[in-house]
């Protein structure tokens, strides 16, 4: 069965931390790509970051500098580190997988997707 499951979202407040995990399972491409994207209420989804089999990696302008993306390949999990965390970075937090080594964020790259966990920043 093929699974995406993000964990570690929550409330915390301005200029805090928080480390996204997005458990995988089921897949057996060896060449793929996962990807983080985000969607606040009434906006469209938006591109975070990516990260390939190879380790290639890739930011959005909006959080570079500040996210960072890795990934455990024992684990079957990549994870999103986010610092310094602003209220306009409050969304839903969503992984995808992509059957391709092509670092792009845009979700029509894309062929499955976690279910989503929301991330609140907030005094």
């Known amino acids: 069965q093929l699974q995406l499951v993000e964990s570690g979202g929550g409330l915390v407040q301005p200029g805090k931390s928080l480390r996204l995990s997005c458990a995988t399972s089921?897949?057996?491409?060896?060449?793929?790509?996962i990807g983080w994207f985000r969607q606040a209420p009434g906006q469209a989804r938006e591109g975070l970051s990516c990260?390939?089999?190879?380790?290639?990696?890739n930011y959005a302008d909006s959080v570079k500098g500040r996210f960072t993306i890795s990934s455990d390949n024992a684990k079957n999990t990549v994870y999103l580190q986010m610092n310094d965390l602003k209220s306009e970075d409050t969304a839903v937090y969503y992984c995808?997988?992509?059957?391709?080594?092509?670092?792009?964020?845009?979700?029509?790259?894309?062929?499955?997707w976690g279910q989503g966990i929301q991330v609140t920043v907030s005094s």
């Open positions: 995808a997988y992509g059957r391709h080594n092509m670092c792009v964020m845009s979700e029509l790259w894309y062929d499955y």
């Open positions: 089921g897949f057996t491409e060896d060449y793929n790509t």
């Open positions: 990260i390939t089999g190879s380790s290639t990696t």
